[in-house]
């Protein structure tokens, strides 16, 4: 069964190309632009929408590196993180009637716990791939509404002062945009690596580790409310789900295939996981 858009998502959604309202058409099978319907978007087999402009490339993360992360999130190993994600945005933000856009979702791992809080979620991510996953997995798990969109960060498909709270997990963070589709008061929660995420991993590969830096683009022109690190250790079991985590990981292009043979060698691992989750509110 195919994922439906949430009624409050529809309320918000703006054509990419003209920038008026859009509607569902009657069958459910097309988003049109208000009034006109000039521009027409159909939703795909899995449930997602395409609405990046015609002629674009695909963009975002590969099949591979989305798949392997796909895996690796289903272990659940990250469930500290996403509970702690979703309960910082609690805080913040009623979940009932609040509209959330999950800018750069992936998978849709946050994204459907988010909306298991009780959020109207909007996962938006560049790549195709990610996006069919993420509209899979939230029918899948019984989601009743959500709506995913391959759009960027840097261009959303929501209309001005339309969301209550933007999520931004490991993906690009595009302050102006976000501003832009956040309503007066509404909250920007952006997740990232702290200084040893993943710690374990990059002592298997390399011989030398440094902690993680920042991150250089976080906001500046939002009010910082609260940031609240997150730190739990995991351990991988087997070569399968090993790999899957060195693939979601921007270690996997940069390592040397010696290195990468190392990893190969190990049955287990254990490493830290280490991640803030700041929380901005726009002014
Ligand atoms: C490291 S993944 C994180 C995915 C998900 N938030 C998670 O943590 O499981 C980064 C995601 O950002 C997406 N991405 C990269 N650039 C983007 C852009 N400009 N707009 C939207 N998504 C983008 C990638 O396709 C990828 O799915
Ligand atoms: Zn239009």
Request: one cysteine or more; aromatic letters at 10%.
């Amino acid at each position: 069964m195919r994922i439906l858009p949430d009624q409050t998502i529809l309320e918000a959604l703006q054509c990419p190309i003209c920038k008026s309202k859009m509607e569902l058409s009657p069958n459910g099978a097309s988003l049109f632009c208000f009034g006109g319907r000039k521009h027409c978007y159909d939703f795909s087999s899995g449930g997602y929408v395409n609405l990046m402009p015609p002629g674009h490339t695909d963009g975002g993360d590969a099949k591979q590196a989305v798949r392997a992360r796909r895996d690796f999130l289903n272990l659940d190993l990250y469930r500290p993180a996403a509970e702690a994600l979703c309960d910082a945005v609690c805080r913040f933000v009623e979940p009932k009637g609040s509209r959330l856009i999950d800018a750069g979702c992936g998978e849709g791992y946050y994204t459907v716990k988010l909306a298991e809080n009780g959020y109207s979620v909007a996962g938006v991510d560049l790549s195709r791939a990610a996006a069919d996953l993420a509209a899979r997995k939230a029918a899948r798990e019984g989601l009743p509404y959500a709506f995913f969109s391959v759009s960027s960060v840097f261009a959303l498909p929501f209309l001005d002062q339309s969301a209550d709270v933007v999520v931004n997990v490991f993906a690009p963070c595009a302050e102006g945009e976000f501003s832009r589709v956040l309503r007066s008061g509404g909250i920007l929660a952006v997740m990232y690596a702290g200084p040893t995420h993943l710690m374990g991993l990059k002592q298997a590969l390399y011989a030398q580790t440094k902690e993680n830096d920042g991150r250089a683009d976080l906001p500046t022109g939002m009010k910082q409310l609260e940031e609240t690190r997150i730190c739990f250790d995991i351990t991988v079991s087997g070569q399968e789900n090993l790999q899957n985590l060195f693939a979601m990981t921007p270690y996997y292009w940069k390592t040397s295939p010696a290195d990468g043979e190392k990893l190969k060698q190990l049955d287990t691992l254990n490493t830290p996981i280490d991640m803030i989750v700041a929380i901005y509110q726009k002014q």
